[in-house]
């Protein structure tokens, strides 16, 4: 059986799209218990990357209060990996191409987050993973200047990775169809080119979003599958997947196991998302353990080593379905067959 790289399972699912216009947040201890109780053919979830949003963990929590979540992390047998930040507007934070107090709030959110990473790594409950980030602005916002709307997210993102450097943290920029300057892989390598911080700053590769990648919604200029593409065609979604991931993968710091339907929601050119699926989902498009291979695996078919941890991210899911310990059990098999195809000892 192979150990590398760990399951590690996402809490923020728990609160992503709940709220007052939808069902109520599932709260950390029960995603946490959901997540110990999966066990496939004697193997568990190794450990849990976190949200730091309320009402999960707050941005703003003391050295306390750090101590005891991390406790309570442990006593299950978890450790916890990758951190998101909170760096929205309605979180707290700003745009990163945004006027300068907004920016300034997006620079406070990620110092904040950085040092909860390093207090948990001194706490000895974190050993690997990033905190993540993204532009905090939309598609369409971004397209009244596309060229200095990037100038200006790169600029942010190399003060963030300053920041980040001083908590000894690593930065990954999540790719999703959702973020202005990030909303296209062109866009997003031209994006991290720009930043030019390879060692602080890279990208965060979740199967769900980058499968819209090739599909080009938001960005019609950098679509690879054709229109009406019949998804028979299986040799050409994997061309497309190798496209995108021969320009990313160097690039690659955090992988996210998922699936896709390749549908969105949203409408106009510039602000469709898109959504997650649960692994077994008869309308997912990806054969999960081949599409990881394409960023588990360099060109040779050797395995990169990239990451220390993967973790899977299911969002937008009705609570019946988050409750129901068969959804974790579907989740942890899937993440396993990918460790056996791409792992390593």
């Known amino acids: 059986m192979k150990r590398y790289p760990k399951l590690h399972n996402a809490m923020w699912p728990g609160l992503v799209g709940k709220g007052p216009d939808s069902e109520p947040p599932i ?27 309320l009402p999960h963990t707050d941005i703003d929590s003391t050295a306390g209060e750090i101590e005891r979540l991390a406790d309570n992390i442990g006593k299950r047998g978890f450790v916890v990996g990758s951190l998101v ?22 620079i406070t959110q990620v ?32 397209a009244n200047d596309p060229v ?20 000894g943290e690593r930065l990954a920029a999540e790719g999703e169809i959702c973020w202005g300057g990030m909303h296209s892989w062109r866009r997003m390598v031209e994006l991290l080119e720009m930043v030019d911080r390879r060692k602080t700053l890279g990208f965060q590769a979740d199967m769900a979003h980058t499968l819209l990648y090739t599909l080009g919604y938001n960005a019609p200029e950098d679509r690879i599958l054709p229109e009406n593409y019949d998804w028979r065609e299986r040799e050409k979604l994997d061309d497309a997947l190798a496209e995108i ?16 339907d390749a549908t969105v929601k949203g409408s ?16 997912g498009k990806l054969d999960i353990p081949r599409a990881a291979g394409y960023w588990l695996r360099d060109e040779h078919g050797n ?8 973790c899977w991210d299911g969002c937008m899911f009705p609570n019946a379905t988050m409750t129901n310990a068969q959804t974790w059990n579907n989740v942890l098999r899937t993440m396993i067959g990918v460790r056996d195809a791409h792992g390593w000892n």
Request: glycine share 8%; with cysteine.
């Open 27 to 53: 709260d950390l201890d029960t995603m946490l218990d959901l997540t110990a109780a999966a066990e496939v053919d004697g193997v568990k979830f190794d450990g849990v990357d976190l949200f730091l949003s």
């Open 85 to 106: 930040a909170p760096v929205w507007a309605p979180t707290g934070g700003g745009s990163a191409m945004g006027s300068a107090e907004e920016r300034h709030k997006f």
């Open 111 to 142: 110092r904040k987050a950085c040092a909860i990473g390093k207090l948990l790594r001194d706490l000895r409950i974190r050993k690997y993973g990033v905190v993540r980030i993204d532009s905090a602005c939309g598609p369409a916002e971004w």
């Open 148 to 167: 200095g709307s990037t100038k200006s997210i790169a600029a942010t993102f190399r003060e963030a990775c300053s920041v980040a450097e001083d908590y």
């Open 245 to 260: 991931t021969h320009a990313l993968r160097p690039w690659m710091m955090d992988f996210h196991v998922a699936q896709n």
């Open 268 to 283: 106009g050119s510039h602000d469709k998302t898109g959504r997650h699926c649960l692994p077994d989902d008869p309308n």
């Open 303 to 310: 395995v990169t080593k990239a990451i220390e941890h993967m």
